[in-house]
C-alpha cells in the first residue's frame, strides 16, 4: 500500500525520522510522494532518491555530524572569530559541508537536479526572508527565473537546514526576466533559509490533492511524523555570545515540537519522542544516536499497527467534507500555509 509522507524538521533529531521509515518499510508500506522541512527534507530527499531503510542507518551510522559546523581557521579565535563571521557570513558556520554531503548521496543514486525524479515525488519547504514568503521547492523556484526541473534537490535541501544565524543563509540571485519593474541590483539577490521559520510540519503540503483523489475514491492517505519533545533534558550553558546565540536557535526551533496538534490531524501524524535530544546536539554519542533511531521505530510501528484505512476515510470524511466547501481542504488553513511572513 502507497503512502504519502510529510517529515518535521528538528536538525540532529531528524535520526528518529530514519527509525520511522524503517517500520514504513518493515510493515509493507511504500512511499509515493514525500516532503519534508529541515531535517525533514534531508530524509525526504533520501527516500525520494532510493534509499532503503538500511542505507539509511548506514548512512547516519557513518556520518560524523559534527562536521557540518565547517568554518575557515580564522573565524575559529575565540569570540572574535565566530562573531566576526556571523557579521561577515550572516551565519556561524558553512552550509557547504551538508550540502556536498546530500549531493554524493543523491548522485549514489543517480538523482541530482528535481527532473531526476518524477513530477511532484519530492517537495520541500524553506522560508525567503527577503521576500517574506514560504516555499515550497521546486516550484516556487520559477518565481526567481529558475528552472525548477534544473534546480538542485541538494541545494534545496541545504535551503531548507540553513538554521538562522546558525548556518549561512543561501543566497540566489533572481533571473532578470523575473526581475519587477523598478528593482534594484542589490533587491536581485534573495536571502533563503530554513522552512522551519515558517513551517516546520507541511502536514497541509498534499492536502489538495488528496481532496480531488477522494473524490474518485483513489486516495493516498498522508502520513506525518512529528518529532515531540523539546530538547530540555540538559539547560543550555550560556558563556558568552556565541553560546547564547546557539541555545537561541535550539529553543526557537525546539519550540516547534510543543505546538498542538489539532483533533483533525491526529488520525494521520506519527509521534516520535525525541528523548530530551535538542537541534543543534552535533556532538550526539553513537548510543544517543540508535537511542533516537530506536525511538522512530517504536513510535511509527505503535502507529501503523493500530492505524487502518477505513478509518482514515472516516476521518478525512469528518475533517475534510468537500475540496471545494468553506472547511474543505482546499479552502482550510491546514491546506495553505501563509506565503509571507507577518510583521508583529
Known sequence: MKINAVFEGGGVKGIGLAGAVAAVEQLGYEF?????????????????????????????????????????????LKWVGPLTRLFVKQGLYSGDRLEHWIYQLL???????????EKDQLRI??????????LVLPDDIAHYGIDPRRFLVAKAVRMSSAIPYFFDPVI???????????????????FIVDGALLSNFPLWIFDRMEASAAASR???????????????????????????????????LDAHDERYIQEQNRFRTVKIPTLGVSVTDFDLTDRQSQELYDSGHRAALSFFQKWKLDEYKQHWTKFYPRADSPSGPGN??????????VRV
Open 32 to 76: 509515493n510522494q514525500v516532503a519534508g522541512t529541515s531535517s525533514g527534507s534531508i530524509v525526504a530527499s533520501l527516500v525520494a532518491a532510493g534509499y532503503r531503510a538500511g542505507e539509511l542507518k548506514e548512512v547516519i551510522e557513518g556520518t560524523p555530524f559534527r562536521s557540518f559546523l565547517h568554518r575557515a581557521p580564522v573565524f575559529n
Open 218 to 252: 483513489q486516495i493516498i492517505p498522508t502520513i506525518g511524523f512529528q518529532l515531540v519533545g523539546r530538547g530540555a533534558g540538559v539547560p543550555n550553558r550560556i558563556r558568552g555570545p556565541v553560546t547564547m546565540m546557539r541555545a537561541l536557535f535550539s529553543t526557537m
Open 172 to 190: 540566489i540571485r533572481k533571473k532578470a526576466a523575473a526581475r519587477k519593474p523598478g528593482e534594484s541590483f542589490a533587491d536581485g539577490f534573495i
Open 125 to 134: 519547504i524553506a522560508s525567503d526572508i527577503s521576500g517574506r514568503r514560504l
Open 107 to 117: 548522485l549514489a543514486k543517480g538523482i541530482r537536479t528535481f527532473g531526476d525524479l
Open 332 to 341: 482550510h488553513p491546514a491546506a495553505e500555509e501563509p506565503k509571507t511572513i
